[in-house]
């Protein structure tokens, strides 16, 4: 039996469906099953007749069941179980009630619960839809592809991890495919994509993690982490099968370590669509947020001096989307460049030979001779406090992982040189957050402009409440894979990515004092569209677009896909 049970009629964009399978199978396929909402005359002409309870129950009343039921589950990894096995089951339901209870469900299936789920991946194993492709057994990395058994032209996006970078938790061999999986459910619930048009792979290294080494259940490869020739021959391997397989998708590196997201990045982004949302998905929304508070300030981005505390993927990721932007205010690269301050773990990164730093970074590195007229608090170490102090910074970024790094004294040195400090600490989770929002408006009496990488509730002060930013990446990758499908880009570019965070940051409401300077996590379908016209808009301008934009709207429109039981029909 193929892999896709069912045809969608030609011209009706999913709301009219013709099922192939009969009988039990119609039931064991998640995107056909609609369980007990089957009507008797549907039962009987799919032979389900006596497979289910003879009571018919419409989609509003299966929603109210699975959110009570969700809502009655004690842990947020039993939700997570609980809404794992609705996905196994029924897709459609499955998204209806993440789409409508997005805020509430969100946090089980993405960020933070997902991460316990990830660790206990080996224990709760039933069965995943995703393919798992092994370094041991590179000869098969095609076949695995095939296995699938999805048609060349019917998948859009490639979501890929070798878990080396897993949120917070770091290596997770394996199990880091729920990863994957918790970035495809975003994309349909945000921006419409057809889950079955989506593919979750890990690429298996083996695992640093001597936990998962030592356990029995463990399912990856058992030996430590694969490097070097053999890996990038690996990664290569299974680029260029899915190239062949799948020639229109786009591969979305997901959660790779910081020594390989920029440099594989970097090798592929020129060869073939690729995208990672470490880099340039995080970059995107801290990028929009910039914007919007520059708006709000009434000034310019090219007036801004940039301090980023953390100069990691993440970090210089931000930095490097923010040249293409100061480019686009007419600044040569070479000046855009001048405009920033970043720090690794040794202070700031400069030019002195004898100071170590990634190849990424270099574009960053200040001259020593700049440096000479500083006041230090210890001669010849630049840390975050020293580089405030001299540069009197209007942006601050925290992408370091050191809670409290951003103090009250160095804040409010920040303060006392600018009138609407933007301050950005986006360490996740919550506990390695460099400083916190009510901290930020107290330091700088209620004039910072915030937006942060956790979720925070509103800051009530005095007669003011301060909507917090949340620099969610769901605000940009559901639109820009949206976007891409829609276009059929060749490549992702820099301008697409830029106008992602251009698209997010017009959607920005800051024309009152503490208002949020980022779109709610509510308005995502909204948010996604706007950045997928966006994006398909430039892919085109670039030139990289296969499929003519004859109406962006209309065209992004018909291709989001909707989680409600089509008109089923039979012949």
């Known amino acids: ?66 959110y009570m039921r969700f809502k009655r589950a004690s842990t947020p990894l039993s939700k997570f179980s609980y809404l794992q096995g609705l996905r196994e089951r029924n897709s459609t339901l499955f998204y209806r009630l993440l789409s409508e209870h997005l805020e509430e469900v969100m946090p089980i299936v993405y960020t933070p619960t997902i991460g316990e789920a990830i660790k206990a991946f ?35 996006i490639l979501i890929v991890t070798d878990s080396e970078g897993i949120l917070g938790i770091g290596d997770q061999g394996v199990g880091g495919i729920q990863i994957c999986l918790g970035k495809k459910s975003l994309y349909t619930a945000a921006a419409g994509l057809d889950p079955d048009r989506m593919l979750a792979v890990v690429l298996d290294v083996g695992t640093d993690n001597l936990r998962l080494l030592n356990d029995e259940l463990y399912l990856g490869e058992r030996h430590a982490r694969v490097r070097g020739e053999r890996y990038d021959q690996f ?13 229109n998708a786009m591969i979305h590196w997901e959660d790779f370590g910081a020594n390989n997201a920029h440099r594989l990045l970097n090798t592929y982004r020129d060869e073939i669509c690729t995208f990672n949302d470490d880099i340039q998905g995080t970059a995107a929304v801290v990028a929009s947020a910039i914007l919007a508070g520059v708006q709000a300030k009434s000034e310019k981005l090219r007036e801004q001096r940039f301090v980023i505390h953390g100069g990691g993927t993440a970090g210089v990721g931000i930095a490097d989307l923010l040249v293409d932007l100061l480019a686009k205010e007419g600044l040569t690269r070479e000046e855009a460049h ?71 004294a160095i804040v409010r040195d920040m303060a006392a040189h600018v009138n ?20 930020l408006l107290d330091w700088t009496d209620g004039r910072a402009l915030i937006a942060t990488g956790s979720p925070f509730a509103p800051v009530h002060r005095e007669e003011a409440t301060y909507t917090i930013a949340q620099a969610n990446n769901a605000l940009v990758f ?87 039981y089509p008109e089923l029909v039979f012949d």
């Not at 995943?128 to 048609?151: K, P, Y």
């Open 122 to 156: 080996s224990f709760w194993f039933q069965s995943i839809d995703g393919v798992f492709l092994s370094i041991d057994q590179q000869e098969q990395v095609e076949a695995s592809l095939r296995a699938t058994q999805i048609d060349p032209e019917d998948l859009d």
């Open 420 to 439: 609407r400090p933007l301050i950005l600490p986006l360490s996740n989770p919550t506990s390695l957050v460099e400083a916190l929002p009510e901290d």
């Open 338 to 408: 001048e405009r920033f301050w970043i720090t690794s773990s040794r202070g700031l990164v400069t030019d002195d030979p004898a100071q170590r730093f990634r190849d990424f970074q270099r574009p960053f590195a200040r001259n020593l001779d700049e440096l000479q007229s500083w006041e230090l608090d210890t001669p010849g170490v630049y840390k975050l406090a020293d580089i405030v102090r001299n540069v009197h910074p209007t942006v601050l970024i925290g992408t370091s992982g050191q809670p409290d790094s951003f103090t009250e």
């Open 235 to 247: 990664v290569d391997t299974f680029v260029q099968a899915a190239r062949k397989v799948f020639p």
């Open 1 to 66: 039996m193929p892999k896709r049970q069912y045809e969608v009629l030609p011209g009706s964009h999913g709301s009219r469906v013709r099922i192939l399978a009969r009988g039990g199978a119609v039931l064991r396929d998640p995107r056909i099953n609609r369980g007990t909402a089957f009507t008797h005359e549907e039962r009987e002409k799919l032979g389900l007749v006596g497979l289910l309870p003879s009571h018919v129950t419409a989609l509003e009343g299966q929603l109210h069941r699975t």
């Open 478 to 564: 559901p639109g820009l894979g949206l976007g891409v499908a829609v276009c059929k880009a060749e490549r992702v570019t820099d301008a697409m990515i830029a106008s992602s965070a251009e698209a997010v940051a017009s959607l920005a409401d800051v024309r009152k004092p503490g208002q949020s300077l980022l779109p709610s996590i509510n308005d995502l379908r909204r948010v996604s569209a706007t950045v997928a016209i966006a994006v398909a808009k430039a892919a085109e301008e670039d030139g990289v677009a296969r499929n003519p934009l004859t109406n962006p709207v209309q065209q992004v429109f018909e291709s989001m896909w909707m989680p409600s």
